[in-house]
């Protein structure tokens, strides 16, 4: 059974960088099969797409903060990550990080999600 | 706002059956296929119906979903109090390039 695991800090301070990595089980990144994504929640809100990774480091983004988000993929760790730059009290969500089939919003797996709350 | 257009809110007794409907548009529910995902507060997202109406392992076959032109739908058939959650739909759009969701739809079992 596929696992995803959601790791960084808790605590971004305003005008930071938001860090976050994905460790994935069970599965490898460099298979080629699927996507690697992140989502969050906003609290008492609904599920915003941010965008996705494949192995290779190909990214699609959503528009709404294509400018401030990176995505990277380590595959010797199994891995990839989310910075999301220049965050403000807004950006306080439950991130979540998921496997995604190619351009289809079809998420099979989800890591448990963990809150980055933005304050200073 | 949301491009796709859900009820905030369905409630049902126990047994019966609910159904949820998504309105799209042409660039993603009428182009791609519906999905609908559960979500348990603090709980992370299940998905529930993917490709328009097919069903993972382990997901009863109490929750369906369909597709007609640019909206799609979950039915719970036979509603049980554990089916109490937010239900998204969600769908790629080709004008984005990206995945969006629903608003979400708070079910209760009364």
């Known amino acids: 059974q596929v696992q995803l695991q959601e790791s960084g800090p808790g605590l971004v301070r305003p005008s930071q960088t938001l860090s976050l990595s994905c460790t994935v089980s069970d599965d490898s990144i460099s298979s080629g099969t699927y996507y690697w994504s992140w989502v969050r929640q906003h609290p008492g809100k609904g599920l915003e797409w941010i965008g996705y990774i494949y192995y290779s480091g190909s990214t699609f983004y959503n528009p709404s903060l294509k400018s401030r988000v990176s995505l990277s993929v380590d595959t010797s760790k199994n891995q990839f990550s989310l910075k999301l730059a220049s965050v403000t009290a807004a950006d306080t969500a439950v991130y979540f990080c998921?496997?995604?089939?190619?351009?289809?919003?079809?998420?099979?797996?989800w890591g448990q999600g963990t809150l980055v709350t933005v304050s200073s | 706002q949301s491009v796709l257009t859900q009820p905030p809110s369905a409630s049902g007794t126990p047994g019966q059956r609910l159904t949820i409907s998504c309105s799209g548009g042409s660039s993603n529910i009428g182009s791609n296929s519906g999905n609908w995902y559960q979500v348990i507060p603090g709980t992370a997202p299940k998905i529930l119906i993917y490709s328009n109406n097919r069903r993972p392992s382990g997901v009863p076959d109490r929750f369906s979903g369909s597709k007609s032109g640019t909206s799609a739908s979950l039915a719970i058939s036979g509603l049980q109090s554990e089916d109490e959650a937010d239900y998204y739909c969600a769908a790629w759009d080709d004008s984005l390039n990206g995945v969006i969701f629903g608003g979400g739809t708070k079910v209760t079992v009364l």
């Open positions: 998921a496997r995604q089939r190619w351009h289809v919003a079809w998420l099979d797996h």
